[in-house]
């Protein structure tokens, strides 16, 4: 079991390009979160997905992120136009179930330099 | 809107100390608090998942209590080691988040000496 994984591990971008970053959840878990951690900052929710379904994206700026986690295939975070203040560590994280009982398995994340 | 403090935000102690990491959440209904360590530029390790029934949990050297009606954590950590520096992040989850999603402090970033 390989648990969470997050490709790339690291990514370059200039102001205005596209950042695809993708995560595949450990086996048998449906629940997928993104988080953002900026500098200084602590892990802030971005979305929460199920297969082919955004269930809350209230974390997401309104503008140029986007998250899809298709049918088959990984979860994908997408930054168009980057901006120096994309500049983060994005991970993602998986579940098997939500409520009570929930736990989570980390990936280990992807940094983005936006130049 | 729930939020989750931590102090200290930093610590240093010398090898062999006996330490204890706070965390504190304004809203006392919650599903589960998980403590997890992260290494510089690294993903997170989870250490410890009190769910909201427990009172506390018990790892090796760790222990992590939970106190719901004060809204309060603490991980405690005996004999550190060099090895134990890192930042220590507390989390909450409960079922008015997104699909229980978690909401973490900003973490305290503890230095062993040896």
């Known amino acids: 079991n390989a648990g969470v994984m997050q490709n790339p591990r690291h990514l370059v971008r200039r102001r205005g390009q596209e950042a695809r970053l993708r995560c595949s959840p450990m086996?048998?878990?449906?629940?997928v979160y993104w988080y953002r951690q900026l500098p200084e900052e602590g892990l802030k929710f971005m979305v929460y997905?199920?297969?082919?379904?955004?269930?809350?994206e209230s974390g997401m700026p309104k503008e140029r992120f986007s998250a899809e986690f298709p049918k088959e295939g990984p979860s994908i975070l997408r930054i168009q136009q980057v901006v120096r203040g994309d500049s983060a560590a994005y991970f993602c994280?998986?579940?098997?179930?939500?409520?009570?009982?929930?736990?989570?398995?980390f990936g280990p994340g992807t940094r983005l330099t936006v130049t | 809107k729930q939020e989750v403090t931590q102090i200290p935000a930093a610590l240093s102690v010398p090898e062999g100390e006996n330490l204890v990491l706070n965390c504190s959440f304004t809203d006392s209904a919650i599903y589960n608090l998980q403590w997890f360590r992260q290494d510089p530029g690294k993903g997170l390790t989870s250490l410890l998942l009190i769910q909201s029934s427990q009172r506390e949990q018990t790892s090796g050297r760790l222990n992590a209590s939970l106190d719901k009606s004060s809204g309060r954590s603490t991980l405690y950590i005996a004999a550190s080691q060099p090895g134990d520096s890192a930042t220590y992040l507390c989390?909450?989850?409960?079922?008015?988040?997104?699909?229980?999603?978690?909401?973490f402090g900003k973490g305290t970033t503890l230095s062993v000496s040896s």
């Open positions: 997905l199920q297969k082919e379904n955004i269930i809350d």
């Open positions: 086996k048998g878990h449906s629940h």
């Open positions: 989390a909450v989850s409960a079922d008015d988040q997104a699909g229980t999603a978690l909401i």
């Open positions: 994280a998986s579940s098997p179930r939500t409520g009570p009982t929930q736990y989570w398995i």
